[in-house]
């Protein structure tokens, strides 16, 4: 922050004494003036969207502090800094992604903090960082993938779990389970395959769970949220929202209800993926089908994005699948989509790989493959799609077991294509182990 320009702190700090001091301490500096003393989080939000400072600070213990507050008082432009609160861990308050956490009495540290000169000791993290993490495990961070589709069922969750499953290297000798509802039990891994964590951050029809014929009664994916959102999700956390399901393949299982979207903030997700590259080698993440932000423009504040998961998965992705049906309604569709990637509200800077499934004569016309190539090539400028064939004897055989087709179908083409998808990709990124 330039020295030449004056600083307008907001204050929201729960003890009076503390209170006090803080206030006296900054109000005695050049160049730095308290604009306003708030009572409470909803008064701190309101005068920092209203633009009354450039800075902010908040005590740790402030009711209803989470990662969420402090992501809507930086996107207002404030510096956050947090004064520690004995009761609260300093890793925790660090988690919440503020500027700086500082000690109730330093007074040196806080007018650094405040300032952002750089010399406040023990400050927290830089703008943008996540909670802090695990000690190094020597292994670079994983990978994440993101499958997104256009409206209208073109077999984002199938992809999303198939891809999975070939990233992790299941194969036809995994255990065979019950076709009946059941919670994940622990599963070893595939000796030298890949550890994947497959999520499912669909707010619209969210399916990852009924698909495997897992129980839905604790989202994971809505867990693993709020813990990041209370600065508390470090790399076992998640895991425990994460159970083993096939060999090598850890599930963050979505919200049962489409209702229950606000529970998958943009800024808690955030943090979730960055969790998760430290968890596995691999993330795949089952995107919805919109990425309008539509609340910029229905509300003159700030309001929930029901599509922020989704927005999130996508700008954190380095590759992302892009999926459509076979079929001219589902090629229209797929065309339009791309369109709608490339305006998308956030940079998706990920590497990109076009899949179409289901691709059948029936729906097509002779020679298929080609005729889904030539029309993606034509009117999408796409020259290198993924095909994959149609296989509905083998692909409803593992939808009525609830398997892969790994476990059911070992010998499908559909797998066969999924296995080529996974090559792709790794050839994208080749830098997991």
Same mark, same amino acid.
Request: glycine share 10%.
């Given at each position: 922050?330039? $020295?030449?320009?004056?600083?307008?702190?907001?204050?929201?700090?729960?003890?009076?004494?503390? $209170?006090?001091?803080?206030v006296?301490?900054?109000?005695?500096?050049?160049?730095m003036?308290?604009?306003r003393?708030?009572?409470?989080?909803? $008064?701190?939000?309101?005068?920092a969207?209203a633009g009354?400072?450039?800075?902010?600070v908040?005590?740790?213990?402030?009711?209803?502090?989470?990662?969420?507050?402090v992501?809507?008082?930086?996107?207002?432009?404030?510096?956050?800094?947090?004064?520690?609160?004995?009761?609260?861990?300093?890793?925790?308050?660090?988690?919440?992604?503020?500027?700086?956490?500082?000690?109730?009495?330093d007074?040196?540290n806080?007018?650094?903090?405040?300032?952002?000169?750089?010399?406040?000791?023990?400050?927290?993290?830089?703008?943008?960082a996540?909670?802090a993490a695990?000690?190094?495990?020597?292994?670079?961070?994983?990978?994440?993938v993101?499958?997104?589709?256009p409206?209208?069922?073109?077999?984002?969750?199938t992809?999303a779990?198939?891809?999975?499953?070939?990233?992790?290297?299941?194969?036809?000798t995994?255990?065979?389970?019950?076709?009946?509802?059941?919670?994940?039990?622990?599963?070893?891994?595939?000796?030298?395959a890949?550890?994947?964590v497959?999520?499912?951050?669909?707010?619209?029809a969210?399916?990852v769970t009924?698909r495997?014929?897992?129980?839905?009664?604790?989202?994971?994916?809505?867990?693993?949220?709020?813990?990041a959102?209370?600065?508390v999700?470090?790399?076992?956390t998640?895991?425990?929202?994460?159970?083993?399901?096939?060999?090598?393949?850890?599930?963050?299982?979505?919200?049962?209800?489409?209702?229950?979207?606000?529970?998958?903030?943009?800024?808690?997700?955030?943090?979730?993926?960055?969790?998760?590259?430290e968890?596995?080698?691999?993330?795949v993440?089952?995107?919805?089908?919109?990425?309008?932000?539509?609340e910029?423009?229905?509300?003159?504040?700030?309001?929930?994005?029901?599509?922020?998961?989704?927005?999130?998965?996508?700008?954190?992705?380095?590759?992302?699948?892009?999926?459509?049906?076979a079929?001219?309604?589902?090629?229209q569709?797929?065309?339009?989509g791309?369109?709608?990637?490339?305006?998308?509200?956030?940079?998706?800077?990920a590497?990109?790989?076009?899949?179409?499934?289901?691709?059948?004569?029936?729906?097509?016309?002779?020679?298929? $493959?080609?005729?889904?190539?030539?029309?993606l090539a034509?009117y999408?400028?796409?020259?290198?799609?993924?095909?994959?064939?149609?296989?509905?004897?083998g692909?409803?055989?593992?939808?009525?077991?609830g398997?892969?087709?790994?476990?059911?179908?070992?010998?499908?083409p559909?797998?066969?294509?999924?296995e080529g998808?996974?090559?792709?990709?790794?050839?994208?990124?080749?830098?997991?182990?």
């Open positions: 922050m330039s $020295e030449d320009r004056t600083v307008t702190v907001l204050v929201a700090v729960q003890a009076p004494e503390e $209170e006090a001091a803080v006296t301490v900054l109000g005695a500096q050049p160049r003036t308290v604009s003393r708030c009572a409470e989080l909803a $008064e701190l939000l309101a005068a969207e009354a400072g450039t800075a902010a908040v005590s740790g213990d402030l009711p209803g502090l989470d990662r969420d507050a992501a809507r008082l930086r996107g207002a432009g404030l510096r956050v800094v947090v004064v520690e609160d004995p009761a609260t861990p300093a890793t925790r308050l660090a988690g919440l992604g503020c500027d700086a956490v500082v000690a109730g009495g007074a040196e806080l007018v650094a903090a405040v300032r952002g000169d750089g010399s406040a000791h023990g400050a927290g993290p830089a703008v943008g996540a909670p695990l000690p190094d495990s020597g292994t670079r961070p994983g990978m994440l993101a499958v997104w589709g409206a209208g069922s073109p077999g984002r969750t992809t779990i198939e891809l999975a499953a070939a990233l992790a290297g299941v194969g036809a995994a255990p065979r389970r019950s076709g009946v509802l059941r919670r994940p039990r622990p599963v070893p891994p595939a000796h030298g890949s550890t994947v497959l999520a499912d951050a669909d707010t619209y969210s399916s009924s495997l014929g897992l129980l839905d009664d604790a989202p994971g994916l809505a867990a693993a949220a709020r813990a959102g209370q600065g999700l470090d790399v076992r998640l895991a425990g929202h994460a159970p083993v399901v096939l060999p090598g393949v850890r599930v963050l299982t979505g919200i049962t209800r489409a209702s229950r979207w606000p529970e998958l903030p943009a800024s808690s997700l955030d943090v979730v993926f960055q969790r998760s590259r968890l596995a080698a691999w993330t993440v089952d995107c919805g089908p919109v990425l309008e932000a539509d910029l423009l229905m509300y003159d504040t700030r309001a929930p994005q029901r599509n922020g998961a989704t927005l999130s998965a996508l700008q954190a992705a380095d590759v992302v699948v892009v999926v459509g049906s079929d001219p309604v589902g090629l569709r797929l065309v339009r791309l369109e709608d990637l490339r305006d998308a509200a956030v940079p998706i800077p590497a990109r790989v076009v899949v179409v499934n289901r691709v059948r004569v029936s729906a097509v016309g002779r020679r298929a $493959e080609a005729q889904v190539r030539d029309a034509r999408g400028g796409v020259g290198d799609a993924h095909l994959v064939p149609d296989d509905p004897a692909l409803d055989a593992a939808l009525l077991a398997r892969v087709l790994a476990e059911c179908a070992p010998g499908s559909a797998r066969a294509a999924f998808l996974a090559t792709r990709v790794r050839e994208l990124v080749p830098v997991v182990v």
